[in-house]
């Protein structure tokens, strides 16, 4: 199973970006994939998944709002579309996935997730 991360860079305060995960290597007619994001000298913390059957998407109440996780249909492809950044938004962000739907209480832990990315990191600053 490989998962391959793209997007991320260097964005002024109040800009946007777009991240995008895709895994291979194994197909699921159920899923969770999404992201968690590291700051230096920070506890990973969960940003944003994607249930699917149903189940839809779910944020952190710092992102909520600001932005929108999607997935291709028929696809093992989740992006992130990150809007009104700020330099508390600056951290390495890392896909997880995990082949099945998870219930919504263990979505927020990165233990429950199977599969990562080596992270692509996010810089908000001016």
């Known amino acids: 199973v490989q998962v391959e991360e793209s997007g991320g860079g260097l964005v002024q305060p109040g800009g946007s970006l777009r991240l995008s995960c895709a895994v291979s290597g194994r197909t699921s007619s159920s899923g969770t994939m999404g992201w968690f994001r590291q700051a230096p000298g920070e506890e990973r913390q969960f940003v944003a998944v994607f249930r699917w059957p149903s189940g839809g998407a779910h944020y952190a109440d710092a992102v909520r709002g600001r932005f929108t996780i999607s997935k291709d249909s028929g696809m093992h492809t989740v992006h992130l579309q990150m809007n009104t950044l700020g330099p508390g938004d600056t951290a390495v962000y890392y896909c997880?996935?995990?082949?099945?739907?998870?219930?919504?209480?263990?979505?927020?832990?990165?233990?429950?997730?199977?599969?990562w990315g080596r992270g692509t990191q996010v810089t908000v600053s001016s």
């Open positions: 997880a996935a995990v082949s099945s739907r998870l219930i919504l209480s263990r979505i927020y832990s990165g233990e429950n997730y199977d599969y």
